[in-house]
Nanobody
């Protein structure tokens, strides 16, 4: 019953910045943990960042710590991923996902968006 739509992807030069947005509808957004995942061609999907429903907890993959920041605006039913100091290895399709607290701690996401492509050039 939850729909997620990502936006903000595109082409950016190495060292540049980009902000991804994920708009949620059809559910109680404020009750969900939200996460960002990415998948590069020929590689497995991997976790990038996550945030709890009350923003008290955030989680990051080691390779993006200090460069990426996840945030959410519950009043707008939107989660963001601010990406700074982008590198070519960040090139991937980025997916937004939502999970109940129970699902989150079982490492399961309940709903997925269709993704937005981020391409980082040299």
């Amino acid at each position: 019953q939850v729909q997620l739509v990502e936006s903000g992807g595109g082409l950016v030069q190495a060292g540049g910045s980009l902000r991804l947005s994920c708009a949620a509808s059809g559910g109680t957004f404020s009750s969900y943990y939200m996460g960002w995942f990415r998948q590069a061609p020929g590689k497995e999907r991997e976790f990038v960042a996550g945030i709890s429903w009350n923003v008290r907890n955030t989680y990051y993959q080691d390779s993006v710590k200090g460069r990426f920041a996840i945030s959410r605006d519950n009043a707008k039913n939107t989660v963001y991923l601010q990406m700074n100091s982008l590198k070519p290895l960040d090139t991937a399709v980025y997916y937004c996902a939502a999970a109940s607290p129970t699902s989150w701690y079982k490492s399961e996401m309940d709903y997925w968006g269709k993704g937005t492509l981020v391409t980082v050039s040299s």
